[in-house]
């Protein structure tokens, strides 16, 4: 077996699976969590709605932080958008994902998905370097946030080395943008990058305490 082989086959079924079980874990973790009882009274009916609002209102900074956050907001954007695109918009991936759920969509070219992933790089980078920079969020920072920027990044780098082709083999660079795949997958469910899935439940949860307790959301 090779190492395109095995990337594409037991490498790549391991981190599905191990993403499975860990998002699995995650949520029920979650929902397994003892609540302290409230005796207050409440002064919102709280329920769904509240979720979707805070869902909502919480994608967008608020007014007295918006100048100071513009910056990495806007950055966050660039990074975040980009990767949607690069996973669910490029071709090859999306060919992919059809062989997994039988369904396909249009995609975007290529040199857009280049540029795209250009863009999502140095978005990438610009947010590590601020976090290095500056005194708070250096202060702030574990491995947890180091490790998790260095998974997202190292498929968009291996990704964009493939149609350049340099020193290696075709082969083998797709073999070890698989495999880097296969290592964000893993890690997803156990590190700070478990947002991808919890944010709408942790977002919403705050949404229905904050409207129970009458909170401005």
């Known amino acids: 077996m090779d190492l395109l082989e095995f990337a594409r086959g037991p490498a790549l079924q391991a981190a599905a699976y ?12 979650i929902v397994m969590l003892k609540e302290k009882p409230d005796y207050s009274e409440p002064r919102g009916r709280g329920g769904f709605l509240a979720a979707l609002k805070v869902i909502w209102t919480r994608a967008f900074t608020a007014e007295p932080f918006k100048k100071a956050t513009l910056y990495p907001k806007m950055m966050a954007y660039v990074m975040h958008i980009g990767l949607f695109a690069t ?17 396909d ?16 790089v140095i978005s990438g980078v610009a947010l590590i370097v601020r976090r290095m920079t500056s005194p708070v969020l250096k202060l702030i920072s574990n491995f947890d946030d180091y490790f998790s920027w260095f998974v997202t990044m190292l498929p968009l780098v291996t990704g964009l080395l493939i149609p350049v082709r340099a020193l290696f083999r075709y082969e083998d660079l797709l073999a070890i943008h ?3 795949v296969a290592l964000l997958l893993i890690w997803l469910p156990f590190g ?24 401005k959301t």
């Open 178 to 180: 698989i495999l880097s």
């Open 105 to 120: 969509w249009p995609g975007l070219p290529n040199s857009a998905i280049f540029f795209i992933g250009v863009a999502t």
């Open 192 to 215: 700070k990058l478990g947002h991808t899935f919890l944010v709408f439940i942790t977002r919403g949860t705050t949404g229905m305490v904050f409207e129970r307790r009458g909170a």
């Open 87 to 103: 996973i669910f918009l490029f071709t090859p991936h999306i060919v992919f994902f059809e062989g997994w759920t039988g369904f």
């Open 18 to 29: 191990i993403l499975v079980a860990g998002t699995i874990w995650r949520i029920v973790g």
